[in-house]
């Protein structure tokens, strides 16, 4: 079962979110049993298409997922999956 990271940000929003395991054997199963234990992540993780927002990075281990819209492709075993806000400004 993958191991999920959360930036501290989103707790202001979901208070209950802690780092933990959830089920799935792709990204977009994961995204789906965390929507189901915090209501709303996953729309913010996901658009409407199910490819990965452009405000957040998601790695997989240590590699940066590039392809956001490749969330069905299956995951290593024992992966940590860290999902982040993507900062900008100027």
Do not use: C, W
């Not at 792709?26 to 965390?34: C, M, N, P, Q, Y």
């Not at 915090?38 to 957040?56: E, F, I, Q, S």
């Not at 069905?72 to 940590?80: E, N, R």
């Amino acid at each position: 079962m993958p191991r999920v990271q959360f930036t501290r940000h989103l707790v202001r929003f979901f208070p209950t979110l802690r780092d933990g395991e959830f089920e799935g054997a792709t990204l977009a199963e994961v995204i789906r049993s965390i929507d189901r234990a915090h209501p709303g992540l996953g729309g913010y993780v996901v658009d409407d298409r199910g490819a990965v927002r452009k405000h957040v990075n998601v790695f997989l281990g240590d590699d940066l997922l590039r392809d956001r819209a490749r969330v069905d492709d299956p995951l290593p075993d024992g992966v940590t999956i860290s999902i982040f806000q993507a900062l900008s400004g100027g």
